[in-house]
C-alpha cells in the first residue's frame, strides 16, 4: 500500500492544509458572507439597470424638469445640471424646491439653476409658468415631463380634474403645448415623458375619464394617466414629425422615491420593506433612461418611442391605437381650454413645403 492509499495518511495530509476548530468556522463564516455580498452586489446592479456613460454635455442648453424637488425629477436635474444645462426647476413647493436648488448648485458647481414655480394640478399656474418662461428664454432646447402623483385619494384639481389625470396629463399636456413654439425654436429639441409600465393595467375611459362613476386608484386612475401619457407621446411625435422637435416616453423601473406618500405601510411592514427595498432601484439609476433620451446624440431624429432601460419596448396595441390617441387629444384640448391643436398640417403659400400649424391658447 502506498503512502496515498493510506486513509489516516490521507487524513492527516489533508488536516495539514485545512484549519481546524474555530478557524474553520470563523473561514467558513467568512466565506459566506462573501459569496452573499457578492450575490447581493450581482442583484443589486441587474436592479439598477444600465447607466448612461457617454460624457456629452449641454451647455447653455435650455431644460425644464417639472417635479425635480426630490426622486427621479431631482436626480434628472443634477445629472443635467452637471453636464452645463441652463436648469428650470418647475415645482410646486417653492421651498422644497429651493432646498434642491441649492443642493444642485452645491453638487455640480453650476449656479444656472432656476427655482420657478408650477403646480401642475392648477391650469392658472401652468399658463402663469408658461408665461414667465417665455419672457426669460426664447427657446427651450429638452422639456422633461416628469412630475406626478400615484394611488391618490379621489380628490379634484383646482379646475375640476381627477387630480391623477390633471396633474400626470392634462397639466403636461397644456404645459408642453404652450412651449411648443420655443422648442420648435431650439430644434432639433426633445421632449421626455415620463410615464410607467402601469399603463399595461389602464384603459381610456371615455364615458367616465374623471372616474366620477367609479373610482380605483391605482388600476384605474393612475394606470389611465399613465396610458395617457404614452398616447400623447405618440400623437405629438406624429404632429412634430417635420419639426425637429421628438417625443418620447419611458418607464423608469420600480424606484424608491416618495411616489408611494399616499400609500404608507403598517409600521410592523418596515422590516420586510427592508427586504423589498433590495430589489428596488435607486432614484439616480431610475432617472437614467430620462437622462438618456434627452441626451443621447444618437436620438436627435427619433421620436415616439418608449423606452425602459435605456431600449425601446413594444407597446401593447391599446397603446398605440391612434384612434384612442387623437380623441383624447381633443378631448384634453377641450379641458384645458386649447382652442386649436396643430394637428393639422398646411401648406406655405409659397412652396409646397409642409409646415405646422403653430398652438392656439385660447383664455377661458
Ligand atoms: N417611483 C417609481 O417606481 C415610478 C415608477 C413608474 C413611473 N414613475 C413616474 O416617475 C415620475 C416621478 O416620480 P417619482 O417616483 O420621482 O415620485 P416622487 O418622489 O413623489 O416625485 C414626484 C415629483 O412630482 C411633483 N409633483 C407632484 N404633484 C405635482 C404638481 N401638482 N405640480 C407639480 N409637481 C408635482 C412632486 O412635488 P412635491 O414633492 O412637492 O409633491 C415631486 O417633485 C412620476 O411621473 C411617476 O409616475 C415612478
Given at each position: 500500500?502506498?503512502?496515498?492509499?493510506?486513509?489516516?495518511?490521507?487524513?492527516?495530509?489533508?488536516?495539514?492544509?485545512?484549519?481546524?476548530?474555530?478557524?474553520?468556522?470563523?473561514?467558513?463564516?467568512?466565506?459566506?458572507?462573501?459569496?452573499?455580498?457578492?450575490?447581493?452586489?450581482?442583484?443589486?446592479?441587474?436592479?439598477?439597470?444600465?447607466?448612461?456613460?457617454?460624457?456629452?454635455?449641454?451647455?447653455?442648453?435650455?431644460?425644464?424638469?417639472?417635479?425635480?424637488?426630490?426622486?427621479?425629477?431631482?436626480?434628472?436635474?443634477?445629472?443635467?445640471?452637471?453636464?452645463?444645462?441652463?436648469?428650470?426647476?418647475?415645482?410646486?413647493?417653492?421651498?422644497?424646491?429651493?432646498?434642491?436648488?441649492?443642493?444642485?448648485?452645491?453638487?455640480?458647481?453650476?449656479?444656472?439653476?432656476?427655482?420657478?414655480?408650477?403646480?401642475?394640478?392648477?391650469?392658472?399656474?401652468?399658463?402663469?409658468?408658461?408665461?414667465?418662461?417665455?419672457?426669460?428664454?426664447?427657446?427651450?432646447?429638452?422639456?422633461?415631463?416628469?412630475?406626478?402623483?400615484?394611488?391618490?385619494?379621489?380628490?379634484?384639481?383646482?379646475?375640476?380634474?381627477?387630480?391623477?389625470?390633471?396633474?400626470?396629463?392634462?397639466?403636461?399636456?397644456?404645459?408642453?403645448?404652450?412651449?411648443?413654439?420655443?422648442?420648435?425654436?431650439?430644434?432639433?429639441?426633445?421632449?421626455?415623458?415620463?410615464?410607467?409600465?402601469?399603463?399595461?393595467?389602464?384603459?381610456?375611459?371615455?364615458?367616465?375619464?374623471?372616474?366620477?362613476?367609479?373610482?380605483?386608484?391605482?388600476?384605474?386612475?393612475?394606470?389611465?394617466?399613465?396610458?395617457?401619457?404614452?398616447?400623447?407621446?405618440?400623437?405629438?411625435?406624429?404632429?412634430?414629425?417635420?419639426?425637429?422637435?421628438?417625443?418620447?416616453?419611458?418607464?423608469?423601473?420600480?424606484?424608491?422615491?416618495?411616489?408611494?406618500?399616499?400609500?404608507?405601510?403598517?409600521?410592523?411592514?418596515?422590516?420586510?420593506?427592508?427586504?423589498?427595498?433590495?430589489?428596488?432601484?435607486?432614484?439616480?439609476?431610475?432617472?437614467?433612461?430620462?437622462?438618456?433620451?434627452?441626451?443621447?446624440?444618437?436620438?436627435?431624429?427619433?421620436?415616439?418611442?418608449?423606452?425602459y432601460n435605456m431600449l425601446r419596448f413594444p407597446v401593447l396595441p391599446k397603446a398605440k391605437d391612434a384612434e384612442m390617441a387623437e380623441w383624447l387629444w381633443?378631448?384634453?384640448?377641450?379641458?384645458?381650454?386649447?382652442?386649436?391643436?396643430?394637428?393639422?398640417?398646411?401648406?406655405?403659400?409659397?412652396?409646397?413645403?409642409?409646415?405646422?400649424?403653430?398652438?392656439?391658447?385660447?383664455?377661458?
Amino acid at each position: 500500500m502506498t503512502d496515498v492509499e493510506n486513509p489516516q495518511q490521507i487524513q492527516d495530509e489533508i488536516k495539514k492544509i485545512c484549519f481546524e476548530g474555530a478557524w474553520a468556522w470563523i473561514i467558513e463564516i467568512v466565506f459566506w458572507c462573501l459569496v452573499a455580498c457578492l450575490i447581493m452586489y450581482l442583484i443589486r446592479r441587474l436592479v439598477e439597470g444600465p447607466f448612461y456613460r457617454k460624457p456629452n454635455r449641454v451647455d447653455g442648453k435650455v431644460v425644464i424638469v417639472t417635479g425635480c424637488n426630490t426622486g427621479i425629477g431631482k436626480e434628472t436635474a443634477m445629472e443635467l445640471a452637471r453636464r452645463g444645462a441652463r436648469l428650470y426647476m418647475a415645482c410646486r413647493d417653492a421651498a422644497r424646491c429651493e432646498a434642491a436648488r441649492l443642493e444642485i448648485i452645491e453638487k455640480t458647481q453650476n449656479t444656472n439653476v432656476f427655482n420657478r414655480t408650477l403646480d401642475l394640478s392648477s391650469l392658472s399656474s401652468v399658463r402663469q409658468f408658461a408665461e414667465r418662461f417665455k419672457a426669460e428664454e426664447q427657446k427651450l432646447d429638452i422639456l422633461v415631463n416628469n412630475a406626478g402623483v400615484m394611488a391618490t385619494p379621489r380628490k379634484l384639481t383646482a379646475d375640476g380634474f381627477e387630480q391623477q389625470m390633471g396633474i400626470n396629463h392634462l397639466g403636461h399636456f397644456l404645459l408642453t403645448n404652450l412651449l411648443l413654439d420655443r422648442l420648435k425654436a431650439a430644434a432639433p429639441s426633445r421632449v421626455v415623458v415620463v410615464s410607467s409600465a402601469a399603463y399595461i393595467f389602464g384603459s381610456i375611459n371615455k364615458q367616465d375619464l374623471m372616474s366620477e362613476k367609479s373610482y380605483s386608484k391605482f388600476f384605474g386612475a393612475y394606470s389611465q394617466s399613465k396610458l395617457a401619457n404614452i398616447l400623447f407621446t405618440r400623437k405629438l411625435s406624429e404632429i412634430l414629425k417635420d419639426s425637429k422637435v421628438t417625443v418620447n416616453c419611458l418607464h423608469p423601473g420600480i424606484v424608491r422615491t416618495e411616489l408611494m406618500r399616499y400609500n404608507s405601510c403598517p409600521k410592523t411592514w418596515n422590516v420586510i420593506k427592508r427586504v423589498i427595498d433590495i430589489f428596488i432601484r435607486s432614484p439616480k439609476a431610475g432617472a437614467q433612461t430620462s437622462l438618456f433620451l434627452s441626451l443621447d446624440p444618437k436620438l436627435e431624429c427619433v421620436s415616439g418611442g418608449f423606452y425602459y432601460n435605456m431600449l425601446r419596448f413594444p407597446v401593447l396595441p391599446k397603446a398605440k391605437d391612434a384612434e384612442m390617441a387623437e380623441w383624447l387629444w381633443q378631448e384634453s384640448e377641450k379641458l384645458v381650454g386649447l382652442k386649436q391643436s396643430m394637428a393639422a398640417p398646411v401648406k406655405k403659400e409659397e412652396n409646397s413645403e409642409m409646415e405646422t400649424v403653430k398652438v392656439v391658447a385660447r383664455e377661458d
